[in-house]
């Protein structure tokens, strides 16, 4: 029963930093169509800012329960699984979250450099930048449902 409690709880903060990662470049476009409505641009920088901070606490407390999830047996053998002996599904996942992560930063990067009155990229060009993470989550998923090797 702990395993699930572990793993409803990881899945809980990974669904919560997605939402971050799937907003945030949302803001950050119409931080860049907001023009010279400096009203509009603060509070807009005020809501990527929290959210940014937001998103770092979910993807801790994801990660948190994940390394659980993976290296728990190793304390607790009695309680929790070893959920991917001899698998390299979690290699790749690893990596992709790995990648996902990086994309977050980036991101927040670009928020930042918009909190001091630097540039950003076109809007079009942020559009494009936003569907990235879908494809990585999709990659995620598939690895966690079909552990295909």
Do not use: C
Not at 48 to 68: E, I, Q, S, T
Not at 78 to 83: A, E, I, K, M, Q
Not at 111 to 134: I, Q
């Amino acid at each position: 029963m702990t395993y699930f409690w572990i793993k409803s709880f990881h899945l809980l903060f990974v669904m919560a930093w997605m939402a971050t990662v799937f907003y945030l470049p949302r803001i950050l476009v119409n931080i860049a169509e907001a023009g010279d409505d400096a009203g509009v641009r603060t509070r807009l920088l005020l809501m990527g800012r929290r959210l940014y901070k937001f998103g770092h606490n979910m993807f801790g407390l994801a990660f948190l329960f994940g390394l659980v999830l993976w290296q728990g047996w190793r304390l607790f053998p009695s309680t929790l699984p070893n959920v991917v002996a001899g698998m390299h599904w979690i290699d790749l996942k690893l990596g992709l979250v790995a990648l996902l992560l990086a994309y977050f930063v980036v991101i927040g990067r670009m928020l930042k450099r918009a909190e001091k009155g630097g540039a950003l990229p076109a809007s079009v060009a942020l559009r494009w930048l936003n569907e990235l993470p879908v494809l990585l989550l999709l990659g995620v998923i598939f690895l966690v449902i079909a552990k295909p090797f």
